[in-house]
């Protein structure tokens, strides 16, 4: 096959996402220019090949072919930049910047610093991301930059003027790479309310995590508390309408029927910002419904598993969406904890554990058949009756700790900027919060976690 039919069958493997066959040819390539020695040529299959294996999530080879580049010429920026974004993935945060400040040096761009400043946020190094996030000219003029600055300052404490930097994402309501749906649901003909001016009937909207609105609706309530005579109705998203207690001025809908009802619309992650918090303590108030029948009959079920009265431990071990955040331990991991003398029961839903069978271990996992007719009733009934979860950083920990249930999160050495960078106990006091250190997995907490667990059975 000549050259020219080569490289095309490559591109449109490429294009046809088949990384594999992309590969090969490519490779063919970097073969037949061997014998011609055109090193411009070898470096544009070598850097296709680093781009393919990118694609396909295989940093680590990647890698190899971009350094492959380097050392044919150490002037390009763009290659420093795939490193780096190599780097990134595989959560190699100071290789990562190193080659950035090397492409940085080459060529300034504005992006780069961008990206730096991502990296800072990553390694906690929370001025450091400031700086960098700043360096473009009128970041605060332009939406997105002035949102990507909000998580610095909050993961800082730096409440105040991150949670008005983070207003800025409303500006926008595109749609989420990752569920595939907008940020927001879009409410018509009501106008936005700026926390100010006098309002009878406000509609308050959920936003797209299920996470953020169990973690928000404290400020739901404070808001409610700071205007007494203001009608406020949460419209909330209809899966999980249920979870939420109802108070005096606080009405929960789980549709929006009739718009002229309302003088003003807000977001229920705006309402930080409204109240000028400008310090959070730990949430001391139940708002989650709980359904007393359920918390009885999952009581039998457990104590027919449990006749000898061990510690009843619960654990999720992985997050729905993707993320550079780590939210993941692979249950096969979890050998360590089923080996002791514990009910170790999995709270995901059936239909989430598509690895257990094929556990050696997985007599030792109680799982059940849950959440079927509403989501989360189950749960909230199961953990009412556990001695301890662990869980990844998912909705689930903020439904635990405003229940008042002894958790253990488990953060990798990258978290999300609400669980900072120390352990405080900040929303919860019943949430320990336990990391992993720089540049270790996630799943090197769990020898920790044993020790936890081991001291609770013998003070049992």
């Known amino acids: 096959m000549n050259t020219k039919t080569l490289y095309q069958n490559a591109n449109k493997y490429k294009l046809d996402k088949k990384y594999d ?38 940093y680590e080879e990647a890698l190899k072919y971009f350094k492959q580049i380097l050392e044919f010429n150490r002037t390009l920026t763009d290659v420093y930049n795939n490193i780096s974004n190599s780097y ?41 991301s400031i700086e960098f996030y700043s360096k473009p000219k009128n970041v605060l003029e ?40 907008k940020e927001r649901v879009d409410i018509p003909i009501i106008p936005f309310w700026n926390g100010l001016d006098k309002c009878d009937n406000l509609l308050l909207c959920y936003e797209q995590g299920i996470g953020d609105n169990f973690q928000y609706y404290r400020f739901v309530i404070q808001l409610s508390r700071l205007y007494p005579e203001m009608t406020i109705s949460y419209f909330c998203k209809h899966t999980v309408a249920h979870i939420f207690k109802e108070y005096e001025n606080i009405k929960i809908i789980k549709n929006v029927e009739n718009l002229l009802l309302y003088n003003y619309k807000c977001y229920i992650m705006s309402l930080p910002y409204f109240l000028k918090i400008d310090k959070i303590s730990p949430n001391t108030e139940n708002y989650i419904n709980i359904d007393s029948a359920k918390v009885v009959y999952w009581k039998n079920q457990l104590e027919m598993k449990n006749p000898e009265k061990k510690l009843n431990v619960g ?19 979890f050998e360590s904890l089923a080996e002791l003398n514990i009910n170790l029961i999995c709270l995901h839903k059936l239909n989430e554990i598509e690895d257990l069978n094929r556990l050696s ?22 953990l009412k009756n556990i001695d301890i979860l662990l869980t990844i950083d998912t909705s689930i920990v903020h439904l635990a700790g405003v229940l008042g249930i002894k ?23 019943s949430v320990d919060l336990l990391r992993a250190n720089d540049n270790m997995k996630l799943n090197s907490v769990l020898p920790e976690v044993k020790n936890i667990i081991n001291n609770m059975i013998c003070q049992k």
């Open 407 to 429: 958790t253990i999160l488990m953060l990798g050495s990258t978290s999300d900027w609400r669980w900072f960078s120390d352990n405080d106990k900040v929303w919860y006091n």
């Open 361 to 382: 271990f997985k007599d030792k996992i109680i799982t059940f058949d849950i959440d079927n007719d509403m989501a989360f009733v189950d749960t909230i009934a199961i």
């Open 142 to 181: 332009t939406p997105t930059a002035a949102y990507k600055l909000c998580f610095p300052y909050l993961a800082s404490k730096q409440f105040k003027f991150g949670f008005e930097l983070y207003e800025n994402r409303l500006k926008n309501n595109k749609i989420n790479h990752q569920t595939g749906l």
């Open 21 to 58: 066959l992309a590969i090969e040819s490519f490779k063919k390539l970097i073969d037949n220019e061997s014998h011609n020695a055109n090193k411009a040529n070898t470096m544009i299959y070598l850097n296709e090949i680093g781009i393919c294996y990118f694609n396909n999530s295989n």
């Open 88 to 128: 990134f993935h595989l959560r190699q945060y100071r290789h990562a910047e190193i080659n950035l400040l090397i492409s940085l040096k080459l060529k300034p761009d504005p992006e780069i610093y961008v990206q730096l400043a991502l990296i800072y946020l990553c390694m906690k190094k929370y001025d450091k």
């Open 315 to 333: 654990f999720f071990y992985k997050g729905l969406l993707n993320s550079y955040i780590e939210k993941h331990i692979p249950l096969h991991d």
